[in-house]
């Protein structure tokens, strides 16, 4: 039962993913609200910086959502939150703001669950139900498989 906990936790962090991805190319004109704030913080290009990240997040999401390239996928997600949380949010804090004040923007906090996560993926794998396992233990049986017949 123990492999079954990556393999939940890779569902929901994908599903997040691809969420906040798509939220990038949805609204007009697409990205606005991530191009500003990465605008603000000094980033040259954000509009690009944002579409590629919004697409990384959409890749990377499916990609987790299926398990495929889990340990390589993790890491990179990480990353990429890691660095626009401390572009953006670091400077606001650490909480959320769940009073939706005017001016003042989201801590950290999310992305600090979120890169945890990512983190424990990137360690355990990508669990049961994936397709990094079904490619291993087919790898597997086609070792066994030419072992049987080498002896013979």
């Not at 609204?27 to 991530?34: F, I, K, S, V």
């Not at 139900?129 to 070792?143: G, I, K, W």
Request: proline residues 5%; aromatic residues 8%.
């Amino acid at each position: 039962m123990s492999g079954f906990g990556p393999t939940i936790l890779r569902l929901v962090v994908g599903a997040v993913s691809i969420a906040h991805g798509l939220i990038t190319f949805v609204p007009a004109p697409p990205g606005a609200a991530e191009s500003i704030a990465l605008l603000l913080t000094g980033v040259s290009r954000p509009e690009i910086v944002t579409m590629i990240l919004g697409g990384l997040e959409v890749a990377g999401g499916a990609m987790l959502v299926v398990g495929a390239f889990t340990r390589w996928v993790a890491p990179v997600l990480a990353l990429a939150t890691a660095a626009v949380s401390w572009q953006i949010r670091v400077p606001h804090g650490l909480f959320l703001n769940w009073a939706l004040e005017p001016g003042v923007a989201h801590g950290y906090e999310f992305d600090l669950l979120l890169i945890a996560a990512l983190v424990s993926l990137w360690l355990t794998g990508s669990g049961n139900l994936s397709f990094d396992r079904a490619r291993r233990r087919a790898a597997e049986t086609e070792a066994a498989a030419r072992a049987r017949l080498q002896r013979r």
